[in-house]
């Protein structure tokens, strides 16, 4: 079973138990977590899209079963409290 899960800072694709794909919510470099305000961030909607056509083209890639994508709450929010003036 391969599933995805996303939310306001990126997503990552499990299968089983172990975690096969990261991805942050910078425009411009999938590795990059920025703060969901920046200008550099894509939309929540588009972290959706992302999650589940990457997890689709692993499935695919491996020949696992689909176990569809969920929104998972974020402890990341700490991080970016606090913004530079």
């Given at each position: 079973?391969?599933?995805g899960y996303y939310n306001e800072y990126g997503?990552?694709?499990v299968?089983?138990?172990k975690e096969v794909y990261t991805?942050?919510?910078c425009n411009f470099d999938s590795t990059t977590i920025v703060d969901p305000d920046d200008s550099l961030a894509h939309s929540l909607s588009q972290i959706r899209k992302n999650c589940k056509k990457t997890c689709k083209e692993?499935?695919?890639e491996r020949g696992g079963?689909?176990?569809g994508?969920?929104?998972e709450e974020s402890d990341m929010t700490e991080i970016f409290k606090?913004?530079?003036i």
């Open positions: 079973m391969i599933i997503y990552r694709i299968e089983g138990d991805a942050g919510n692993i499935v695919s079963k689909f176990a994508i969920e929104y606090f913004k530079a």
